[in-house]
């Protein structure tokens, strides 16, 4: 001790206070060798009624607190009040002060308990950095990746309790980021007004608040202000993440950008769809330029310049029919005969309402949920008619799908396929033995592999197959159908292992595919494909079997047409839209859409599916107005044939042909989950309350 004492001396200090007693620094001090002291430096006695307001003044108070910090390790402590000449003075100690003291920390410590801050920047607050996550969870809010259990550290807030602490007008990060973004840009709002008169707070906080306020602002006008901040990017839909990417560009500010959007309208209802439109213009307006893959008839209508390509899909597209502005080419649309979409915006063709619709009566057999509150959903009671056409609707986030698939499908899916689906929260579904099978038709691949192909989904390869083993050039050589198949040796290329091309791996590149040079990318040897099928009465017609794999649906089905249950097959897949696609074309290839037909067809064709409920969230994603057409045939006659269809749905020609309809909302997020209206489309087209009644009420009437 006596050495620091003799250095704090020889600084030019002169006191000390020790255990509480203040010391002069000339005299000497006993200290006991094996107890531990408190030794404090005292930098400045100053008069308490010292005038602020000359400079000196001011400097000496400045120079104080920085000496003090300095040798006290960023921690001083400021004693205020009279010195009490009554004190004695053993030892020649000074008089102390009567009064209260105040302890400060420059490294964000508590002196008095010791809990102590690191340095307090931005990736504190961050839980994918180290620096701010929660050490336990490691930032995630679980204790495992996948099993799901709370973080008994953090509770599932997924930050250090240092970035907790932290408070913006009483609020920690935590709480702002589970707020809405519309409440979230309510919040700051009113954070700036409370803070006005604050000019501290206004110049540190006026460029973040603006640049939080501008990125909220453009979430607000595409349609997402129901999301949570904190929501998991694993569980946005595919539209929600496309259009926070869009507000993120917007936010940039760039300039001189092209930029290519693939259906931005996908999950948006009509009344965002104003919103999304603006922000577009506002990109263009920048001084960029924006190419919009669209069905939308709306979007379609705001652009400045359509290409419309066809005039049908597949073998028979890939050409420019119309180009130009559109109010030009509509009046000149004698011009572009080849136009489907020139014809449907004009008029000429249109999907009409039902002349009438399934009547829907109280002695009907319903699934009904009672007290669903899964989600945002406000413990819903719900009767879904059966035998009927139901179409759910409702702003984007108002709670359609927490019903219809958190809910509703995955507790009948639990009764009929056995699965082991953890339902969304509701007190009781009744009305199940009214059914016994349910299907959710969605768009995700009918196949994971390049082998899988329309015609392996639908059952027609099999019958493909017998046919040509059954011929005389393969009786003769004795094949079974099980050669005829590229899936398995015998009578596939084994070079390629009947894939038709040769995967090389490339070293940090992706993996390039190289046609066979043995089976030159038909799939099988040369035995194989000697053997020819030809119909009955068309000779010099024969094909071999990858020669039919390459016919597409269309040209298949005329093939076979004398073949009634394999003619069947083929025709289903015509029927919905689909006859351009190739027998063998890879289910890989295919559309979202697409898949969905294909799946819709495999149902057509099998024998007997009454009793059971079709599932679909949005089934017009990626479909034209003539392929909309299609689909609404394909779900008529499903329902005709006795199922039942509930299609979560946005599109007004869908909605229109329903035979009733559940409207949910009014708004999304916290403001929906409620029943807005149910009935047939002309009784929600009257219900002032009901978004998706008032753009219904234009379809009806036109």
């Known amino acids: 001790y006596y050495q620091m004492l003799y250095d704090f001396l020889n600084a030019g200090f002169r006191e000390v206070r020790v255990d509480g007693a203040f010391h002069n620094l000339r005299n000497r001090i006993e200290l006991s060798r094996y107890k531990a002291h408190t030794i404090e430096l005292v930098v400045d006695r100053i008069p308490a009624m010292l005038d602020l307001k000359l400079k000196d003044n001011r400097l000496r108070i400045s120079e104080a607190v920085e000496s003090a910090l300095k040798y006290g390790n960023d921690v001083l402590t400021v004693v205020i009040g009279a010195m009490d000449k009554a004190a004695p003075r053993r030892g020649g100690a000074s008089p102390a002060p009567s009064g209260r003291e105040a302890s400060f920390s420059a490294k964000f410590t508590c002196p008095v308990d010791g809990f102590s801050f690191p340095e307090i920047e931005p990736r504190l607050f961050s839980f994918n950095s180290p620096y701010g996550a929660c050490e336990a969870c490691h930032g995630l809010g679980t204790e495992e990746v996948w099993s799901e259990k709370i973080c008994p550290v953090c509770l599932g807030k997924r930050l250090r309790p240092e970035a907790r ?144 390509i066809g005039p049908a899909a597949g073998v028979h597209g890939g050409r420019i029919v119309a180009e130009g502005p559109l109010p030009q080419i509509l009046k000149e649309h004698k011009k572009f005969p080849e136009s489907l979409t020139l014809a449907y915006l004009g008029g000429k063709q249109f999907i009409a309402v039902p002349k009438e619709r399934r009547a829907i009566s109280k002695n009907q057999d319903y699934l009904k949920i009672r007290g669903a509150t899964a989600n945002n959903l406000k413990n819903l009671d719900v009767d879904i008619p059966l035998r009927r056409f139901t179409a759910v609707t409702g702003v984007s986030g108002s709670g359609k799908s927490s019903l219809i698939y958190d809910v509703l499908y995955k507790t009948l899916s639990n009764t009929f396929n056995g699965s082991a689906y953890k339902p969304g929260a509701h007190k009781a579904l009744l009305g199940t033995e009214y059914v016994n099978r349910v299907v959710n038709v969605d768009q995700s691949p009918i196949g994971r592999t390049p082998r899988s192909n329309p015609a392996t989904y639908v059952g027609a390869w099999t019958f493909i197959r017998d046919l040509f083993a059954a011929t005389d050039d393969a009786r003769v050589r004795g094949y079974k159908p099980g050669r005829f198949s590229f899936n398995v040796p015998g009578g596939r290329c084994e070079n390629c292992e009947g894939h038709g091309v040769i995967a090389i791996e490339m070293h940090f590149l992706p993996t390039v595919y190289v046609q066979c040079e043995v089976c030159k990318g038909k799939r099988f040897d040369r035995e194989t494909l000697e053997v020819e099928y030809t119909p009955s009465g068309k000779r010099g017609s024969g094909k071999n079997i990858y020669e039919i794999l390459r016919m597409t649906i269309e040209e298949a089905a005329a093939f076979f047409e004398d073949i009634p249950w394999l003619f069947d097959r083929l025709n289903i897949l015509n029927e919905v839209g689909l006859g351009y696609l190739e027998l063998g074309q890879s289910a890989t290839t295919l559309s979202g859409g697409e898949a969905q037909r294909v799946k819709l067809a495999a149902e057509l064709g099998k024998r007997d599916t009454r009793r059971t409920i079709y599932l679909m969230d949005e089934p017009t994603t990626g479909l034209h107005f003539a392929d909309i057409q299609k689909l609404l045939d394909v779900l008529q006659r499903l329902v005709d044939r006795g199922n039942t269809i509930v299609v979560i749905e946005h599109n007004l020609d869908v909605i229109k042909s329903a035979d009733w309809v559940i409207d949910l909302g009014p708004g999304g997020g916290d403001n929906g989950g409620r029943m807005v209206a149910t009935g047939t489309p002309e009784t929600i087209a009257r219900k002032k309350d009901s978004a998706t009644g008032e753009y219904l009420r234009k379809v009806l009437r036109a």
């Open 165 to 308: 602490s932290v408070l913006l007008d009483d609020t920690n990060i935590v709480s702002v980021s589970a707020m809405s973004i519309a409440d979230a840009y309510t919040f700051l709002a009113e954070l700036e007004l409370k803070k006005k008169k604050d000019m501290r707070f206004q110049e540190v906080a006026e460029v973040p608040l603006r640049e939080i306020r501008s990125r909220l602002g453009f979430m607000v006008d595409v349609g997402l202000e129901y999301l949570t901040l904190d929501r998991r990017a694993g569980t946005l839909s595919g539209g929600e993440a496309q259009r926070i990417r869009l507000a993120s560009q917007i936010g940039s500010r760039l300039v001189g950008t092209l930029y290519i959007l693939d259906e931005p309208t996908i999950g948006l209802h009509q009344r965002d769809n104003a919103k999304l439109i603006k922000t577009l213009h506002e990109l263009r307006d920048l001084g960029n330029t924006i190419i919009v893959v669209e069905h939308d008839e709306e979007t379609i209508r705001e652009s400045d310049w359509l290409v419309d």
